[in-house]
């Protein structure tokens, strides 16, 4: 809900919300209402109506967030001095005080989504403030030409340009460090459970008892953007640490319970006890554990690096990499993970480098031609 500085809820985000509630996630409609909020500060700022609204006030608000420093609820400490800059290690950069460019892409996509509900039901602007860029002379939703090449219709006029990151596979000496520096059992089984088949983090947080398949060593793990079903494996060394963490906690689990529990930080009078381990948690974990290694690792770097170690694993086909990525276009696993490791190619070329002038001339041709056509034809003397 959005609230007016009256703390009255502002009617067109309360309905617009409220229907993109019944078609969405409740996180999709968190973030959605961040960025109607962000909108109604701006246009009360350059005094415009909601639904008097132009195009001229999306460009004004993405030219401001081009420049503008996101507000914090607390000054920057120890992340100051590294705030925008690229760690040594990981060759990860650090997130800074602007607005990022796929910030502001989602905010273009949020308005647009807002007035094109509003313009559905009869009660909002003439047009959508967020126009679609088009190139000249085409007209909406006209045939593709097979003799012209295709492009896509739709893309926002003023949306940023993304760079496209390449996943990058952790090394296995830096692997190696970040599993030492986890302190618990729980911590070891996690992080195992990741790099051996590539959940994302909601996927692992929301496995129960019954999820678990010590036989066949599979873990059934709910899919984040289909909510499907589905079964994993896991390699040993994860069912080892998982083994060992369930004997720390030193209870039962019921079997319709998440199996990760933390201690509670504050005693609020009934003793420590344990509760479901969420996602802040475990960034919390690598809070402390990028302290300890001078790193920035997440838990979508597991990810990764599981994807990467599999598509280049030649008994597996790019098909088996999507299935267990739970990827809904094999195109997806393709373009993204079917790269080449830029270390190994710099490495190939610096070999060629090094043994480009100390190769062996070859033998010279002393039968049937003469030295000096094949020293103009090759380019060099024999």
């Known amino acids: 809900m959005l609230l007016d500085p009256s703390g009255t809820a502002v009617e067109p985000v309360e309905r617009f919300l409220r229907d993109f509630a019944t078609r969405n996630r409740p996180a999709s409609v968190r973030s959605y209402a961040y960025d109607l909020l962000r909108w109604w500060r701006w246009l009360q700022v350059v005094d415009v109506a909601w639904n ?6 999306v460009r004004d608000l993405v030219l401001w967030m081009k420049q503008a420093a996101k507000p914090r609820r607390s000054p920057r400490t120890v992340s100051a001095s590294i705030a925008g800059t690229v760690n040594p290690i990981t060759r990860k950069r650090y997130l800074g005080d602007q607005y990022e460019p796929t910030t502001v892409r989602h905010s273009n996509a949020v308005l647009r989504s807002f007035y094109d509900f509003w313009l559905d039901v009869g009660e909002g602007p003439l047009i959508n403030p967020v126009p679609l860029h088009r190139a000249p002379g085409r007209r909406p939703h006209e045939h593709h030409n ?3 090449p295709f492009r896509p219709e739709g893309r926002l006029r003023y949306n940023p340009s993304l760079a496209k990151r390449k996943p990058r596979a952790m090394p296995d000496g830096q692997w190696n460090e970040l ?7 729980r911590d070891r089984a996690i992080v195992a459970l990741a790099i051996s088949n590539g959940a994302r983090a909601a996927e692992l947080l929301g496995v129960r008892g019954v999820d678990l398949d010590w036989g066949d060593q599979l873990i ?18 994860a069912f080892v640490w998982l083994r060992l963490y369930l004997a720390d906690l030193g209870v039962a689990l019921e079997p319709n319970e998440p199996i990760w529990r933390t201690l509670r930080r504050r005693d609020h009078g009934d003793g420590l006890r344990r509760q479901p381990l969420n996602y802040e948690a475990l960034r919390a974990v690598f809070r402390r554990l990028n302290v300890l290694l001078g790193t920035n690792w997440s838990m979508h770097d597991l990810r990764h690096t599981a ?3 599999m598509s280049r694993d030649g008994s597996l086909s790019m098909r088996d990499v999507q299935i267990i990525l ?3 276009h094999l195109s997806t696993t393709a373009d993204v993970y079917l790269i080449e490791d830029e ?6 070329v610096a070999q060629h480098l090094a043994t480009r002038d100390h190769r062996e001339p070859p033998a010279p041709v002393t039968t049937g031609y003469a030295d000096a056509d094949l020293s103009v034809l090759f380019g060099r003397s024999l």
């Not at 008097?52 to 006030?57: D, H, N, R, V």
């Not at 599993?179 to 059992?185: D, E, Q, Y």
Request: charge should be positive.
């Open 179 to 185: 599993f030492a520096g986890l302190r618990s059992n």
């Open 52 to 57: 008097q609204a132009t195009p001229a006030e």
């Open 220 to 237: 059934r793990v709910v899919r984040k953007g289909t909510h499907v079903e589905q079964w994993l494996p896991a390699s040993p060394e």
């Open 307 to 309: 994807a990467i170690r």
């Open 146 to 148: 097979p003799l012209k």
């Open 343 to 348: 270390d190994q190619v710099i490495s190939r």
């Open 326 to 328: 739970g990827h809904a």
